[in-house]
C-alpha cells in the first residue's frame, strides 16, 4: 500500500515538503514514533492524485457505477483541529468525492490527506496548505487523468467549521469589526 499512495512526514518547524529529496525511508521513521511535548509540528501527509489512483478505479467499476466517462468528479477539501489530551493539538486535513452522494457521510469514505501536532493557527495551515496548492491547481486547471489516460474534469469544493474556513481564508475572529466570511460589512451595519 506504501507503494500505491506513500505516506511522507514533515515538521511544520523546517517545513520540508520537498518530494525530490525523498530518501524512500520515510515510511520507516512514520512507524513506531512515539509523540511527546517536543514533537509539537510532525505530520504526514499523502498525495490527493494518488488518493484518486486507487479510488477512482473503484467508483468506475462498482454496481452501479458511481463515476461514468464524462462525469465530473466533484472532489470536498476540509479540516479541522481537535485537543488530544491536556497538551497535544492535531489538525486533520481530509478531502472526499461527493459524486457518492450518500456514501460520503460515512467515515470510511472521508479520506485523510494530512494530520499533524500542532495548532489550528493560520500560520500552519499556510504552511501545509503549501504543499497542496500545486496539485490542485493542476487538478482544477488539467483535470485528473486516470490510468485509462479518460481525463475526468474536476471541481473543487471547500469545507469546516467557522474557525477553520477563517484560519485557511485569512480572516479576523467572529469577534472582529470585519467577521464574515461572505461579504465585507461592518459589524455594526449588520440589523439583527
Same mark, same amino acid.
Given at each position: &500500500?506504501?507503494?500505491?499512495? !506513500? ?43 494518488? /488518493? ?11 454496481? !452501479?457505477?458511481? %463515476? ?8 470536498? %477539501? ?13 489538525? &486533520?486535513?481530509? &478531502? ?8 460520503? /457521510? ?12 500542532? =495548532?489550528?493557527?493560520?500560520?500552519? %495551515? ?9 496539485? /490542485?491547481?493542476?487538478? =482544477? ?27 485557511? %481564508? ?10 464574515? /466570511?461572505?461579504?465585507?460589512?461592518? =459589524? ?5
Amino acid at each position: &500500500m506504501n507503494s500505491l499512495i !506513500p505516506i511522507k512526514s514533515f515538521n511544520i518547524n523546517n517545513v520540508n515538503f520537498d518530494d525530490d529529496n525523498d530518501d524512500g525511508n520515510q515510511q520507516d521513521h512514520i512507524s513506531g514514533i512515539e509523540f511527546n511535548d517536543d514533537d509539537v509540528g510532525n505530520g504526514a501527509f499523502r498525495s490527493i492524485i494518488s /488518493l484518486l489512483d486507487i479510488i477512482i478505479p473503484i467508483l468506475t467499476t462498482s454496481t !452501479p457505477p458511481v %463515476l461514468k466517462i464524462g462525469d465530473k468528479i466533484n472532489i470536498k %477539501l476540509g479540516g479541522d483541529g481537535r485537543n488530544v489530551g491536556r497538551k497535544q493539538k492535531h489538525v &486533520m486535513l481530509t &478531502m472526499c468525492i461527493l459524486n457518492e452522494e450518500e456514501a460520503v /457521510l460515512s467515515p470510511a469514505h472521508q479520506y485523510s490527506i494530512c494530520l499533524y501536532l500542532g =495548532k489550528e493557527s493560520y500560520d500552519s %495551515l499556510s504552511i501545509v496548505s503549501a504543499k497542496f496548492s500545486h496539485e /490542485l491547481e493542476q487538478l =482544477k486547471t488539467n483535470g485528473y487523468k486516470d490510468s485509462n489516460n479518460t481525463i475526468w474534469p474536476i471541481e473543487l469544493f471547500f469545507s469546516g467549521d467557522w474557525k477553520f474556513v477563517a484560519l485557511v %481564508l485569512g480572516i479576523n475572529a467572529a469577534t472582529s469589526n470585519y467577521f464574515c /466570511l461572505y461579504c465585507n460589512c461592518h =459589524k455594526d451595519e449588520i440589523e439583527i
